[in-house]
């Protein structure tokens, strides 16, 4: 699992209700229609979601404690520093405390809705068949915790494959060339050898190369300030608030 999980039925429910208590605001300072239907749309979709809302928080604090077991609790500065924390347990000791988790949560949480319970009983289902293998990065310190590395590696090598190709898909082609992939995609269009290959590994400027994947980063990060948020919704909502607030004024 990866810490850097969301949950957004939760944070659309809680937009929701963000939504729902400034039209209430709104009404108070100038009625209409609109906010009115707007209102009663908000409150009954809230008032069937809740017991659902209710089980995926529930969820949530699951995870974050189990993620906390995992990777570390964060410090002050809100970072988890995994590497000191799996230096600190063994495998077996951080497997107990696993199991000791998941069997508190399953008696706290037996009495509450049949989602909840569907839930636990599902997770249990999916450690039971992997926990042979899970607590093995705690052994081999130099083992990463989860296989996002990989999974952002492959991600990375269908884009470029369908940027050069055109193909929309690359399931063909990683089928055929699989393990290779990675080392041979810039070559598949060339009469470039193997051996000019082993070379430019060999010879590949390492800090030219931090400085692209530095690069990289900064982009992504970039594309992320401009996904919208719940940091956005709160600025959105204050401004409509405020304008509102001006035309019931005039």
């Known amino acids: 699992m990866s810490h850097k999980y969301r ?26 229609c609109v906010l009115e239907q707007l209102q009663k749309s908000l409150s009954n979709s809230l008032a069937e979601l809740q017991i ?3 089980a995926l928080k529930q969820g949530q604090i699951i995870l974050n404690q189990l993620t906390d077991l995992l990777y570390g609790v964060k ?15 063994t495998a077996q000791q951080i497997q107990q405390q696993v199991e000791i988790l998941l069997c508190q949560s399953q008696q706290k949480y037996k009495s509450h809705s049949s989602q909840m319970r569907g839930y636990l009983r599902h997770f249990q289902l999916i450690y039971d068949n992997w926990k042979m293998r899970l607590f ?27 940027r050069i190709t055109g193909q929309k898909s690359t399931a063909k082609y990683l089928k055929i060339h699989g393990e290779q992939a990675p080392f041979l995609l810039a070559y598949t269009y060339s009469n470039n050898s193997e051996q000019d290959l082993i070379e430019l590994i060999r010879n590949t400027d390492q800090q030219k190369l931090k400085q692209q994947k530095q690069k990289q980063l900064s982009k992504s990060q970039l594309r992320a300030k401009n996904t919208p948020t719940k940091i956005r919704l709160n600025k959105t909502l204050q401004n409509i608030k405020e304008l509102w607030c001006q035309t019931s004024n005039n």
């Open 7 to 32: 949950f957004k039925g939760v944070e659309l429910y809680e937009s929701m209700e963000q939504i729902l208590e400034l039209t209430n605001l709104l009404r108070q300072s100038k009625d209409h």
């Open 52 to 54: 659902t809302y209710q």
């Open 75 to 89: 410090n002050e500065k809100n970072i988890r520093l995994t590497q000191q924390h799996k230096e600190q347990f």
């Open 136 to 162: 093995t990065c705690y052994e081999y310190s130099y083992l990463p915790n989860d296989n996002n590395r990989m999974e952002l590696s492959h991600s990375q090598i269908k884009k470029q494959y369908r």
